[in-house]
């Protein structure tokens, strides 16, 4: 079969190291024939991304603080001056503070709260604007969430109320971009074992689960990876608002 993103032009934000679902969703674009603009917070994940990326065929690394809206001018006049079209974008992007995933949510202060919504959620907004006049040919923008969501998950927390504006964020982007030929989904991913989940208390016992899902087993970060080509590809063509499970069948159960 032909590369299913062969000549297109793909943004990937959240890659910090080779265990980040960007990075497995960069090496599936790379594989699928995509060429990648990537976005890195600060020096230390500049050096690592460069060392990651060595055999992508990465366009531009552009620095990108979602919480800055310099950067994210900056970031709207790097993929202006790429002079080509931009067909995708993956926002794989998230934080709250330690202390808000481990506090009771009651505790959960004012700041906290606006932190995890602004980086976790207003950012697929940001990113947006950024990347619209540049996706001439249409597309498509997909994000990663979490069943913590719609479904109270133990410590997830404010992380939880955040991914809820996210995934109401992608409805009314899609709905807003679907005349432009651009299709907005969100991933909702299962546990995967990366380095924003490894720092969680608790998370080996969430990792165990796996084998109660339908497929009695944990998800591989290539699965997601393959999920957002599909996304990022023509065949999803008539997909757009969704949220993809894509956790083993976990979301099913109810016990
Ligand atoms: C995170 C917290 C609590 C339970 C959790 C997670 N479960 C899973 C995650 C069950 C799977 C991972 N996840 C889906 C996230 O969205 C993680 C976000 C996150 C993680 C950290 C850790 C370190 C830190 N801030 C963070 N902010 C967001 O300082």
Redesign the pocket.
Not at 94 to 98: D, E, G, I, K, V
């Given at each position: 079969m032909s590369k299913l993103l062969e000549g297109k032009l793909a943004l990937i934000l959240g890659i910090a190291n080779r265990w980040s679902l960007a990075y497995s969703i960069a090496q599936a674009f790379s594989r699928e024939g995509a060429s990648l603009v990537l976005t890195y917070l600060g020096e230390r994940q500049k050096v690592a991304i460069s060392e990651l990326s060595q055999d992508f065929d990465i366009a531009a690394l552009i620095p990108c603080d979602v919480t800055k809206d310099e950067e994210m001018a900056a970031l709207a006049a790097s993929l202006l001056a790429l002079g080509r079209p931009l067909h995708a974008v993956v926002h794989s992007l998230?934080?709250?503070?330690?202390e808000d995933?481990e506090r009771p949510f009651t505790e959960t202060s004012r700041e906290g709260f606006l932190l995890a919504q602004n980086v976790s959620a207003y950012s697929l907004v940001g990113v947006a604007r950024a990347a619209v006049p540049v996706m001439t040919a249409g597309g498509s923008i997909s994000t990663l969430t979490?069943l913590?969501s719609t479904r109270v998950?133990p410590?997830?927390n404010v992380?939880g109320v955040a991914k809820a504006a996210l995934e109401a964020s992608v409805r009314y982007l899609a709905s807003e971009l679907g005349e432009r030929g651009i299709r907005v989904n969100a991933i909702s991913a299962g546990?995967v074992k990366t380095a924003?989940?490894r720092?969680?208390k608790g998370?080996s016992s969430?990792l165990e689960a796996g084998d109660r899902t339908p497929l009695r087993r944990n998800t591989d970060p290539a699965e997601v990876a393959d999920t957002a080509v599909f996304l990022a590809s023509d065949l999803a063509r008539g997909v757009t608002g969704n949220v993809i499970f894509v956790d083993s069948g976990m979301h099913v159960m109810g016990f």
């Open positions: 998230a934080f709250a503070n330690r995933l979490y913590g998950v410590n997830y992380m546990p924003s989940a720092a969680i998370f969430i």
